[in-house]
T-cell receptor, first 116, second 113 residues
Framework: GQQLNQSPQSMFIQEGEDVSMNCTSSSIFNTWLWYKQEPGEGPVLLIA?????ELTSNGRLTAQFGITRKDSFLNISASIPSDVGIYFCAGQKSNAGGTSYGKLTFGQGTILTVHP | GAVVSQHPSRVICKSGTSVKIECRSLDFQATTMFWYRQFPKQSLMLMATSNEGSKATYEQGVEKDKFLINHASLTLSTLTVTSAHPEDSSFYIC?????????FGPGTRLTVT
């Protein structure tokens, strides 16, 4: 099935460094979501974006919905060891702002390792 | 507390047997439930989408007779892997969707020996 192009595939950083990852698509999505998954667990939603150009923060996390609706990025500032995990972007065709969530298309994931 | 539960969290079965995985939404009514499969170090791949009281819609390449999905109520969906084979070993995750919210379950690790 269709997947989003997510990069980088993996990152090895020192504690305190900032992290940036992004997703691109050849088609338009009306909702972009960013998830974190830890080993042996299901993904947990970090940030949801509903409008093109929207910039949203959640603590040390910031994500933006690209103006073309075909891309999104996630930044993590001042990384800490507990940021370790796999980060996934996901796009949804239908508009989920106040309506039910539908099928998601996922990126390949970015494996983040943070060295103390 | 957890909004979505899956049972069992881990299961080991012999080749040729069937395994049932439950997904329950605990605090809200899930109009739609999605089942995903995730192989090690890979992304989540959607298997099927089910709405309460109706037949599941399967993604291309997913055998509906092998992966039986039942969504009998707004709080429970089950995935049964029939005649399991070692290549069915994977991490199975449900996602539940209500009108204004959606959550993933904690996943079920299936190992077929």
């Amino acid at each position: 099935g269709q997947q989003l192009n997510q990069s980088p595939q993996s990152m090895f950083i020192q504690e305190g460094e900032d992290v940036s990852m992004n997703c691109t698509s050849s088609s338009i999505f009306n909702t972009w979501l960013w998830y974190k998954q830890e080993p042996g667990e299901g993904p947990v939603l970090l940030i949801a974006l509903y409008k093109a150009g929207e910039l949203t923060s959640n603590g040390r996390l910031t994500a933006q919905f690209g103006i073309t609706r075909k891309d999104s990025f996630l930044n993590i500032s001042a990384s800490i060891p507990s940021d370790v995990g796999i980060y996934f972007c996901a796009g949804q065709k239908s508009n989920a702002g106040g309506t039910s969530y539908g099928k998601l298309t996922f990126g390949q994931g970015t494996i983040l390792t943070v060295h103390p | 507390g957890a909004v979505v539960s899956q049972h069992p969290s881990r299961v080991i079965c012999k080749s040729g047997t069937s395994v049932k995985i439950e997904c329950r939404s605990l605090d809200f009514q899930a109009t739609t439930m999605f089942w995903y499969r995730q192989f090690p170090k890979q992304s989540l791949m959607l298997m099927a989408t089910s709405n309460e009281g109706s037949k599941a819609t399967y993604e291309q390449g997913v055998e509906k007779d092998k992966f039986l999905i039942n969504h009998a109520s707004l709080t429970l969906s089950t995935l049964t892997v029939t005649s399991a084979h070692p290549e069915d070993s994977s991490f199975y995750i449900c996602r539940v969707s209500g009108q204004y919210e959606q959550y993933f379950g904690p996943g079920t690790r299936l190992t077929v020996t």
